[in-house]
């Protein structure tokens, strides 16, 4: 798909490409953040048990 | 006789192994959310700005369509390129006055169609708008959405620039609950969007396949919307989910713009929201019905039919059976071989341990915003006896101690059968806890409900009771029960950033 000529379908005034940019930039840093958050969570987890283990886990 | 025992016992451990299942594909797919940035499609996109028609069904809409339509005129897009038809399905209210008011305010941007005969459902309602939208060729893209939905700003082009990859026929957006002042319900609703939007629909865009766009906020190319036949589904109660999988089974993508951000009111009662999930559950077993011929079967263009996606799928939807089955195989095991019922019981809950602390605390990162404000909801989300057996199977030392102590602290002498009891109860809680969330819908509507009902959610759990409603909507279906739309109330309350 593309414009149509000669319409008002021009990009919001900030400048598309600059936004665009910046907000997709912003994006792949939050997703990249996402996985360390996951890998932390996995270690809470992991840490978790092995307390179970070594000092919760006789009735 | 002894062969058959062992037959049953093996059998019976094996119900309740299949109980861990949903756990670990839950686990499954919360990690692939974690992987979410190796499938980013932000290469394939530009600054897009098609010309959009938005189609806003409306019945009986008047507190809340006024208000979306201002927002959609402040959305940050070209002006010219955006027209609103507000698709009015003979409402009985003042929505036709607001309607029309609208588009005298907004000339040529806002167009108001009535249907004089209506309550045939959503599907029907868009089919009226989409004949009007395609009737000339200014659309290049279609949004759909809902009259109570709050747009962002941006969440409209950071939609639209994934349309600029012509591989791509449906964008859909996140969207948030954004009711204020909100309840109990809608935090428990909160939390769960954070899992089931933010984390699911990364982790299915991993798997390359979505399973839903989100009815409130589902754009798609005209292009696509004319493969499928230029219609919405409306055989069934999931008519987005029916748009979402032919998309896909057309050869075109879906993608999830999770920094797309979009702002709806949810039920803030048991009744409201039982009725609106009601209909999902329902149109979601129509759906599995209806695509029977594509579960577990892989096929080229698309990866409705893989492995991970089936189990996804079923995994959600057969939740309830998985847990009934459990529970009465561990309730049959425990008169049987109340050892083995122990060590099975065990393994279920470990699992369960496992998968609450991973994907409760993953879930609240993902979006802290909101789990700032939902973060008791989240821990609760099991129910508070769930997570108290969460804790006992986490803890034993500690909680037999505790127990020891209140026994004594009572003056009741501790004895086994104290602890057979305990077994035994907390076997039966596993599908019980459907029960329990189910009798706060049932006293809701009574004097003491005002506190009743929340009680009930708290203790039973609002997991267990989104179980409780797929349930009723197998029973539903397999009475063949009418097929009915029934409106989720919107009273206009949604705060979302200006």
Same mark, same amino acid.
């Not at chain 2, 008791?376 to 034993?396: D, H, M, R, S, T």
């Not at chain 2, 009891?421 to 599908?431: N, P, R, S």
């Not at chain 2, 539903?476 to 206009?492: Q, S």
């Given at each position: 798909m593309s414009q149509p000529p000669g319409e008002d379908t021009g990009p919001p005034a900030a400048g598309p490409e600059r936004v665009f940019s910046a907000e997709v930039d912003d994006a792949v840093r939050y997703e990249r953040g996402l996985a360390v958050k996951c890998a932390c969570c996995i270690l809470l987890v992991a840490l978790v048990l092995a307390a179970r283990v070594y000092f919760f886990g006789q009735p | 006789m002894g062969a058959a025992l062992l037959g049953l016992k093996v059998l019976l451990v094996g119900f309740v192994m299949l109980g861990a299942l949903p756990l670990l594909v839950a686990n499954y797919q919360f990690l692939l959310a974690g992987l979410h940035f190796r499938r980013l499609h932000y290469g394939k996109c530009r600054p897009y700005f098609p010309r959009t028609t938005i189609l806003i069904p409306a019945w009986n809409e008047e507190s809340v369509i006024g208000r979306s339509v201002d927002r959609l005129m402040r959305l940050d897009y070209p002006r010219a390129a955006l027209r609103v038809y507000v698709v009015d399905d003979a409402s009985t209210d003042r929505t036709p006055e607001v309607a029309a008011a609208k588009a005298a305010e907004y000339p040529g941007r806002v167009v108001h169609l009535r249907r004089d005969r209506g309550g045939e459902g959503k599907a029907a309602t868009l089919n009226h708008g989409l004949a009007a939208a395609l009737a000339d060729d200014w659309a290049q893209a279609i949004l759909i959405m809902d009259s109570d939905v709050i747009y962002e700003r941006s969440s409209l082009r950071r939609m639209t620039r994934h349309l600029a990859d012509p591989g791509v026929g449906s964008v859909t957006a996140y969207i948030k609950e954004g009711s204020r002042p909100g309840n109990y319900l809608t935090r428990f609703i909160g939390y769960e969007y954070i899992t089931a939007q933010a984390g699911a629909r990364r982790s299915q865009e991993v798997l390359g396949v979505i399973a839903c766009l989100a009815g409130g906020a589902q754009l798609h190319s005209r292009a696509n919307i004319e493969a499928i036949g230029g219609q919405i589904d409306h055989t069934t109660l999931a008519e987005d989910t029916v748009t979402t999988f032919e998309t896909q089974r057309a050869g075109r993508q879906v993608v999830f713009e999770p920094h797309a951000t979009v702002w709806a009111e949810e039920p803030g009662s048991i009744v409201g929201l039982w009725k609106q999930r009601l209909r999902w559950a329902r149109g979601n077993i129509q759906v599995t019905r209806r695509f029977r011929h594509i579960w577990f079967r892989p096929q080229p263009g698309n990866r409705l039919g893989s492995v991970s996606f089936g189990l996804l799928w079923f995994c959600l939807l057969l939740l309830p059976v998985f847990m009934i089955l459990a529970s009465a195989s561990l309730i049959t095991l425990f008169f049987i071989d109340y050892q083995l019922a122990w060590t099975a019981f065990h393994a279920l809950w470990l699992t369960n341990v496992i998968t609450y602390l991973f994907i409760t605390s993953f879930t609240l990162?993902?979006?802290?915003?909101?789990?700032?404000?939902?973060?008791?909801?989240?821990?609760? /989300?099991?129910?508070? +006896?769930?997570?108290?057996?969460?804790?006992?199977?986490?803890?034993?030392?500690? $909680? !037999?101690?505790?127990?020891?102590?209140?026994?004594?602290?009572? *003056?009741?002498?501790?004895?086994? !059968?104290? +602890? #057979?009891?305990? @077994?035994?109860?907390?076997?039966?809680?596993?599908?019980?806890?459907?029960? $329990?969330?189910?009798?706060?819908?049932?006293? @809701? !509507?009574?004097?003491?409900? #005002?506190?009743?009902?929340? &009680? /009930?959610?708290?203790? *039973?759990?609002?997991?267990? &009771?989104?179980?409780?409603?797929?349930?009723?909507?197998? $029973?539903? @279906?397999?009475?063949?029960? @009418? $097929? #009915?739309?029934?409106?989720?109330?919107?009273?206009?309350?949604?705060?979302?950033?200006?």
């Open positions: - | 990162t993902i979006d802290p915003d909101v789990g700032r404000h939902t973060w008791k909801e989240a821990l609760l /989300f099991p129910g508070a +006896v769930n997570v108290a057996i969460l804790v006992a199977a986490l803890l034993p030392g500690p $909680v !037999s101690w505790l127990g020891h102590q209140l026994l004594a602290a009572a *003056g009741i002498p501790y004895s086994l !059968s104290w +602890v #057979r009891g305990v @077994e035994l109860f907390t076997y039966i809680w596993l599908a019980a806890c459907m029960a $329990v969330a189910f009798l706060g819908k049932v006293v @809701e !509507s009574t004097r003491p409900g #005002r506190v009743l009902g929340p &009680l /009930f959610v708290y203790v *039973g759990g609002y997991g267990p &009771l989104l179980c409780a409603i797929t349930t009723a909507a197998y $029973v539903k @279906e397999l009475r063949h029960a @009418e $097929v #009915r739309w029934d409106k989720t109330e919107k009273t206009g309350k949604v705060a979302a950033p200006t």
